[in-house]
């Protein structure tokens, strides 16, 4: 009964060493996650999710942790390794929230509603990025973002088994290659503000021109104020989809040619 009650003490040690690895890794890229990891959730319900998606991570990828269970000297490197993948991986889908803070920060500077509408919320930035971010956010939940974000963490130990600690030189190419991403997305997430931008800066150029006693300044900030939030409500909903749709990509094959 003793020697039973050993054997069921091992594998129950061995059981949580390796929950707690994943936990590392887990816990590393809650820190990225879109919505369920934005500091306006409380840390503790933080750390229920990060436990939730431990367990629905960990039956699909116990098994690679044989090795540092065979050997117990490799126990603290791979734990190193597995918080590094992590925490990589978390900046990375950081990123994505970043493209949305960066693209409704351009479309309110090109409208000229940054300073009418600014305000603050966990990060100073304009009331468009504001409504880009929670709306995006919003509707990837509703899209089972928690099911795509629990498959692309079971995706990373197939580029990144148990035990591997990510290179510098592959991290570095990685992340410089979705921070230009991340730009480029930003960027076309602001595109309609920025092309009406242009225009109305032209416009209001040749009617200074054709008429410099008109203050044309007075006549066209109105113009430009209400331009940009009939843009807003036309263009808000599209941008949210493209950006879902980037995001769904990304965590589909999340470390690319890897």
């Known amino acids: 009964m003793i020697e039973q009650l050993a054997a069921l003490l091992d594998l129950s040690q061995d059981a949580l ?25 409380p840390p503790r ?29 490799r126990v603290i490197p791979i734990l190193i390794g597995e918080l590094a993948t992590g925490l990589a991986f978390g900046l990375v889908l950081r990123l994505f929230i970043l ?9 309110a500077q090109a409208t000229s509603l940054s300073q009418l509408f600014g305000g603050s919320a966990g990060e100073p930035q304009p009331v468009i ?15 089972d973002l928690h099911v795509h974000l629990a498959q692309a963490i079971i995706e990373t130990y ?17 992340g410089l290659m979705n921070i230009s991403k991340t ?7 602001a595109a309609p503000f920025l092309v009406a931008s242009v225009i109305y800066n032209v416009a209001l150029g040749a009617i200074n021109k054709a008429m410099p006693q008109l203050m044309v300044a ?22 949210i989809v493209i950006w879902h749709q980037r995001l769904t990509s990304f965590l589909s094959n999340p470390f690319g040619g890897w």
């Open 218 to 239: 007075m006549v066209g900030a109105p113009a430009i104020t209400a331009g940009g939030l009939i843009l807003l409500a036309i263009c808000l909903p599209s941008a």
């Open 17 to 41: 060493l390796v929950a707690f690895a994943v936990f590392l890794r887990v816990g590393g890229a809650q820190i990225g996650f879109p919505a369920f990891g934005h500091e306006a959730i």
């Open 129 to 143: 990025g504001h409504l880009l971010t929670y709306g995006a956010l919003a509707f990837a939940v509703m899209m």
């Open 45 to 73: 319900i933080r750390l229920v999710i990060a436990f939730a998606f431990t367990l629905v991570v960990l039956p699909m990828v116990g098994p690679t942790f044989a090795p540092m269970l065979e050997n117990r000297a």
């Open 99 to 107: 493209a949305l803070q960066t693209a409704g920060t351009i479309a």
């Open 158 to 174: 197939d580029a990144l088994p148990a035990g591997t600690l990510p290179q510098a030189g592959d991290v570095k190419v990685w």
């Open 183 to 189: 730009f480029a997305l930003a960027f076309t997430l």
